[in-house]
């Protein structure tokens, strides 16, 4: 089992009494900061079959929870709102939007979400883990398709309010998958960016080793993907749950089961 540290990242913020943190990964910046911006593309575009492009970053991008690297300033942002499960939210209670670029070590996904209440992982950050608030990560590096229940051919990464990459394993536990990704979250009011930098990971990751090789990402390179929010205020539960596809399996709620469900993603330049 793989116990891992999240590689938690520690910012030196350059403004004055911009920073309190709030948890593990959280850092709260006051409106007046510059940590987010809402810059490039206005229009949010939805995609029903959960088709997305990632565009290649020719700069670095730092995992921070702040969104003024300069690969977001001019991508386009994509909608998260299909209501998958629960009923349909005011967007002041969920809205949630994505933007997506790599280089050949990453993945990089900036997620904005808007959440009146932001419940925290409950209990050993394990128990109850799918039921929010989270952030969930679809990937399934081939596009095979098919069962990763309890198999590594895909993952489904239910990613913490704690900062934890949380998945089953081959012996049907619920483990951390913390060295598959960096993550940072910041907040403004209500306001939540969720940065992550995703390692791919194909169908040979053993779980019990600790030489696995994170496969290199190329141009027109194609994996399964979908990205949802599991919103909880509060209820001990997961009141809805929206996602980047119109639909998702059975009872739209397949994905952590079936990659046959899953969107995709197209690497181009
Ligand atoms: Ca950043
Ligand atoms: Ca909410
Ligand atoms: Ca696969
Ligand atoms: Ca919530």
């Known amino acids: 089992m793989k116990m891992n540290k999240l590689i938690l990242i520690s910012l030196t913020c350059c403004l004055t009494a911009c920073l309190n ?60 709102n299909y209501l998958w499960m629960g009923e349909q ?86 483990v951390f998958f913390d060295d598959h990704m960096q993550l940072a979250r910041t907040k403004e009011g209500n306001h939540y960016l969720w940065e992550m930098a995703i390692k791919l990971y194909d169908k040979e990751f053993n779980e019990d080793a600790q030489d696995n090789v994170p496969v290199k990402i190329v141009s027109q390179k194609r994996i399964g993907f979908s990205i949802a929010y599991g919103d909880n205020d509060g209820n001990s539960s997961r009141e809805n749950f929206m996602g980047s596809k119109m639909t998702h399996g059975i009872n739209n709620d397949e994905g952590y089961v079936n990659a046959d469900v899953f969107g995709s993603l197209l690497f181009v330049e």
């Not at 709260?28 to 940590?35: A, G, P």
């Not at 959960?50 to 991508?75: H, L, M, P, Q």
């Not at 051919?153 to 949380?166: C, D, L, N, R, W």
Request: net charge negative; aromatic share 14%.
């Open 21 to 80: 943190k709030k948890s593990n990964n959280e850092k709260t910046y006051e409106s007046s900061d510059v940590c987010q911006q809402d810059s490039g593309m206005s229009k949010v575009v939805s995609n029903a079959e959960g088709d997305f492009k990632a565009y290649k970053t020719s700069s670095a991008v730092e995992i921070d929870g702040c969104s003024k690297d300069a690969v977001w300033s001019n991508r386009e942002w994509y909608s998260m």
């Open 89 to 174: 939210v005011d967007p002041a209670d969920y809205s949630g939007k994505f933007k997506l670029a790599w280089d050949s070590d990453y993945l990089y996904v900036l997620v904005s979400v808007t959440d009146d209440y932001l419940h925290a992982t409950l209990a050993d950050g394990r128990e109850n883990y799918w039921k929010g608030d989270y952030v969930e990560v679809f990937i399934d590096e081939d596009q095979s398709g098919g069962n990763h229940q309890y198999n590594h051919q895909a993952f489904a990464y239910h990613v913490s309010t704690e900062g934890h990459a949380i998945d089953k394993n081959t012996n049907e536990e619920t």
